[in-house]
């Protein structure tokens, strides 16, 4: 069975701390993974997209890195802020003629002013 | 570039009666996939839609149906609401096959 597992479930930082959110998943042959930012109450906003072929992503702060041999991803926040507080997904894309995403259990982080 | 719109933004209905969301994607992406959004179950994956056809489905009853028109807009049905279909609703669109995911707001059900 395809799971996709996230840990922390939550976490607590003071501002302008760099942190690690990780994501594991148990089949690795992903196609792509995507991580995701969701608000509380609203849709969720595309961070970053890394292809299978890729060990990583950068986007402002933001690292994405992958190894898909050990079923795992993590998501790098560099000198966090009070507006990077949110619920972080990661959803993996197993390929085929689907766009069908497994979403993990999300990381609810909140850094403190 | 207009982003995926989803109506309405909330709804409440009543056990046993049918309710039809709307997502229009984003200009120009063919592929629309809709999720359940729940505290106990997370993110689940109900259904996708590309040019018109159904491709994949999840694992759901069949009160849940949706469907995609010409211009890719597409709206899922739940008939005979119960309870534990309250939920948030989410729609995502996309170019083609495995490439990148934007999600709409979403639309909050309540079911009482």
């Known amino acids: 069975k395809q799971e996709v597992t996230q840990i922390p479930a939550a976490l607590s930082v003071p501002e302008g701390e760099n942190l690690v959110l990780n994501c594991s998943f148990t089949d690795s042959a992903i196609y792509n993974l995507q991580w995701f930012r969701q608000d509380p109450g609203k849709g969720l906003t595309s961070l970053l997209l890394i292809q299978s072929s890729q060990r990583e992503q950068t986007s402002g702060r933001l690292n994405a890195s992958l190894d898909k041999s050990s079923g795992r991803s993590t998501l790098y926040i560099a000198a966090s802020q009070p507006g990077d507080s949110a619920t972080y997904l990661c959803a993996v894309d197993y390929g085929g003629a689907t766009n069908k995403l497994i979403f993990g259990t999300g990381t609810l982080l909140a850094v403190q002013p | 570039k207009a982003g995926v719109t989803q109506t309405p933004r909330y709804l409440i209905k009543t056990r046993g009666q049918q309710v039809t969301l709307s997502c229009s994607p984003i200009s120009g992406h063919r592929s629309v996939s809709w999720y359940q959004q729940t505290p106990g179950q997370g993110l689940q994956f109900l259904f996708e839609y590309f040019s018109e056809t159904q491709r994949n489905k999840g694992n759901f009853p069949g009160r849940f149906s949706g469907r995609q028109f010409s211009n890719s807009r597409s709206e899922m049905n739940v008939s005979t609401l119960e309870l534990g279909d309250s939920a948030l609703y989410l729609c995502?669109?996309?170019?083609?096959?495995?490439?990148?995911?934007?999600f709409g707001q979403g639309t909050r059900l309540t079911v009482v």
């Open positions: 995502a669109s996309s170019l083609e096959w495995n490439t990148e995911a934007f």
